[in-house]
């Protein structure tokens, strides 16, 4: 039709222009007289009265340019002539080709652009969903597995080195589908790594029922180890890092590109911001709308956590330097507990009860949040796979900076606490400072006596530190590049450091990947050994 159109209105042109170079049509074509309807703009074929010759004999002789020139719309176009006259009235061809070809066309670009993207959103947020999903069931099958083989390995750790494992073999057998498996789960490592710091947060934000049982002095004392402790380790690990890459001359390559996750919009934090509202009403007007206290108040004290954590990260770098949006999540989340708990009349220790349960069948936001901490681990093995030749090539460092760092770890929180007179119960109690939390009471159960809240409390704050402080200390100590930089992170702050220096330098979350595994599994290998854990006793006092 748009051509019809064109060559329609090429003929009257060439027809009726006074200036055309065209020669006027025979007298077959000016014995054609068009209704009035068929001379209106909007006509977009001839009328039947005029014939295929009269228009081919009205195109003859027209040059190639001139056709071009009212294709562009580059001429004038005049209406039929009246009794043979030419009409005064020029209309410029744009408008006509507007009014003609332009708006349906246009409706139609405009449809099928919609309709494509809409259906691509659709297919990516089930892409989304089927990865992500396939994750977390694998989590929870080796999580079940394990408990029924009686199996205090954490799962996850496992999942992660079996996952890693899996695409190497595919890498040497046939790359392509090594590649088809990482881009299939791309959509949901994209995810993680976009929401990666939350999924620690719940054992900050209950902090307060955890730490009032230890007396001021102690926590004093527990929180002078902590610091020091913390960053001795950073600077052994990285260190050491450093010294075997000199000492085995393994020159530092450039990792592979790494996609980074989308900002949050203001749609986003709108829409968090709205359910927060409405959630809470219902919470305050019914306190078991949803069966349980800690059901009911799931949805709005998810969304003080999620709302926290975006405010935060949107922050001037500055501000984040001091106030991390792991501080800020948790902050928010605590505000939203004690206004509910005020209101409520049931007090802020309810509230953080219902937080995190740890109850299956009574989750609270706190356990929904740490429910991905195994599927989080797993998502690591394609990181470290993307990376892998620098991780291969580096294989040296990582192992030697791992393995020194955990020992020096341990030994050195026991010296510190016998120096400082901490009660030996408590010295034990903090020994796995630097493990992720998982690992950590998994550790502790070795040790009789141990206090696993303080445990829990301890690690959080430690990683609380690495996420805080990491990136500065790391500056002053001149570990600048990405292997020191993530082995000494993980190392030290374990999930907490991984989760916020990853965020920022991408780059290093391989090797933060693979020491953040790997210092859990030395800790844990080592503590089984009877002669270790009885000279920690020991040098604890």
């Not at 001139?66 to 009794?83: D, H, I, W, Y």
């Not at 659709?122 to 989590?139: E, P, R, W, Y």
């Not at 926590?219 to 990285?238: D, E, M």
């Not at 929180?413 to 939390?437: D, H, N, Q």
Request: glycine share 8%; proline share 6%.
């Amino acid at each position: 039709m748009a051509a019809a159109a064109m060559i329609g209105v090429t003929t009257l042109r060439c027809r009726h222009h006074r200036l055309s170079p065209c020669p006027r049509a025979t007298s077959t074509v000016r014995s054609c007289t068009l209704p009035p309807r068929c001379r209106q703009f909007g006509s977009l074929t001839l009328h039947p009265s005029c014939s295929a010759a009269s228009s081919a004999s009205a195109l003859h002789g027209c040059p190639a340019a001139e056709l071009s020139r009212v294709a562009a719309g580059k001429t004038g176009f005049m209406g039929p002539a009246s009794n043979g006259a030419a009409a005064p009235h020029l209309s410029p061809l744009p408008d006509l080709r507007r009014r003609l070809i332009a708006p349906k066309s246009t409706g139609n670009a405009d449809a099928t652009t919609g309709s494509s993207g809409l259906l691509s959103t659709i297919v990516g947020v089930a892409h989304l969903l089927v990865s992500l999903g396939i994750i977390v069931a694998a989590d929870k099958f080796l999580k079940q597995a394990f408990v029924a083989a009686s199996i205090k390995f954490p799962s996850a750790l496992f999942g992660m080195f079996c996952v890693f494992s899996v695409l190497v073999v595919f890498d040497a057998l046939a790359p392509a589908l090594a590649k088809g498996f990482t881009d299939f789960f791309e959509p949901a490592t994209l995810f993680i790594q976009r929401w990666l710091p939350i999924f620690y947060v719940p054992a900050l934000v209950v902090l307060p029922l955890v730490v009032r049982d230890v007396p001021p002095a102690s926590g004093l004392k527990i929180l002078t180890i902590t610091f020091v402790g913390w960053f001795s380790s950073l600077a052994v690990a990285g260190y050491t890092a450093l010294a075997v890459r000199k000492l085995v001359k393994t020159q530092l390559i450039p990792a592979e590109p790494v996609s980074k996750p989308s900002p949050f919009s203001t749609s986003e934090t709108w829409a968090w911001a709205a359910i927060f509202v409405a959630s809470f009403g219902v919470a305050y007007f019914n306190p078991t709308a949803l069966g349980t206290t800690a059901r009911t108040c799931l949805p709005f004290l998810l969304a003080a956590t999620v709302l926290g954590y975006m405010v935060g990260s949107g922050l001037p770098a500055g501000v984040r330097k001091v106030l991390h949006p792991i501080i800020s999540c948790a902050l928010s989340a605590d505000l939203a507990a004690v206004a509910y708990g005020y209101l409520s009349g049931s007090g802020i220790d309810a509230v953080l009860g219902d937080y995190l349960t740890k109850a299956p069948s009574n989750p609270g936001a706190g356990d929904l949040l740490m429910g991905f901490l195994g599927s989080v681990i797993i998502s690591f093995a394609f990181s470290m796979f993307k990376q892998r030749k620098l991780v291969k090539r580096h294989a040296a460092e990582i192992l030697t900076a791992i393995a020194l760092a955990s020992t020096f770890s341990l030994y050195s929180t026991a010296i510190m606490g016998r120096l400082i007179g901490l009660e030996p119960s408590l010295t034990i109690s903090i020994l796995p400072r630097c493990v992720t939390v998982a690992l950590a009471l998994s550790i502790v159960t070795f040790f009789e006596g141990a206090n696993s809240s303080v445990t829990a409390a301890v690690v959080v704050l430690t990683g609380l530190i690495g996420a805080n402080f990491v990136q500065a200390a790391l500056n002053k100590l001149g570990l600048n590049d990405p292997i020191a930089r993530g082995i000494g992170t993980a190392s030290s702050a374990h999930g907490f450091g991984t989760a916020a220096l990853s965020a920022k330098e991408p780059e290093t979350l391989p090797f933060c990947a693979i020491a953040y595994g790997l210092t859990g599994v030395f800790g844990s290998l080592i503590c089984s050994v009877p002669a270790v854990r009885q000279s920690l006793i020991f040098i604890a006092g």
